[in-house]
Each structure stands twice: as structure tokens, then as C-alpha cells.
């Protein structure tokens, strides 16, 4: 099992730039696939981008691709989100997802493990 935990969020004006990180402890991290999704005011929560064990292989939502960058450090144990450009719209609880095995699609389900969320607001 593997605990994740976030930080980084906070405040930020429009166009600006945010990082987020992922802490994980317990397991062995590059042994897990991981994620970040996001849940903004009266919304469902959506996929924001992946990566895979060693980081070669990523993936990007439509609405984030060309301004967010998702990354990890192994040895560090960490994942992170590099926000920029952000609009009000990213306004969100920014969550760290893991699992294990190659997860199947964008489906926030795929993933077994989940940080309690970071908080990310972005004013016009």
C-alpha cells in the first residue's frame, strides 16, 4: 500500500505559475503509475494527466495540454504537476492518484490509491 500526500496549492492570478507535488510513502514509488485529477466548484472530478512508472510514457487532458506539465523523481519519491499559464477555470482540488498496474484509460477508477487533495484557486 502507499500513502499520497499533496502540496503546493494555493492562490494564484491568471497566467501565473503553480507546482504541485506529490509525496508517496510505503511502497516503492516507481512501482505505481500515477496521476492527477481535479474536482472544480459543482463539478465531477476529471482526469488531468499521468504518467507511467519510469516516466517515459505521459498523458494530458485537452483542456491542460501545452501548459501543465506532470513529471516524478523516483529517488525522491514524488510527483509533480507543473501548472502554468493557469486560468480561473483550473480553479480545483488537485488530487495525487497511484496504482499499480497500468491503469485503463482516463478513468479516475483505474487508480487505487488517492492523497486527500490540494487545494488550487486562480483569480481573474
Known amino acids: 500500500q502507499v500513502q499520497l500526500v499533496e502540496s503546493g496549492g494555493g492562490l494564484v492570478h491568471a497566467g501565473g505559475s503553480l507546482r504541485l507535488s506529490c509525496a508517496a510513502a510505503?511502497?516503492?514509488?516507481?512501482?505505481?503509475?500515477a496521476a492527477w485529477f481535479r474536482q472544480g466548484p459543482g463539478k465531477e472530478r476529471e482526469f488531468v494527466a499521468t504518467?507511467?512508472?519510469?516516466?517515459?510514457?505521459?498523458d494530458y487532458a485537452d483542456s491542460v495540454k501545452g501548459r501543465f506539465a506532470i513529471s516524478r523523481d523516483n529517488a525522491e519519491n514524488t510527483v509533480y504537476l507543473q501548472m502554468n499559464s493557469v486560468k480561473p477555470e483550473d480553479t480545483a482540488v488537485y488530487y495525487c492518484?497511484?496504482?499499480?498496474?497500468?491503469?485503463?484509460?482516463?478513468?479516475?477508477?483505474?487508480?487505487?490509491?488517492w492523497g486527500q487533495g490540494t487545494q488550487v484557486t486562480v483569480s481573474s
Open positions: 492518484a497511484a496504482v499499480r498496474t497500468r491503469p485503463v484509460g482516463r478513468r479516475e477508477h483505474s487508480y487505487d490509491y
Open positions: 510505503g511502497r516503492t514509488f516507481s512501482a505505481y503509475w
Open positions: 504518467i507511467s512508472w519510469t516516466g517515459e510514457s505521459t
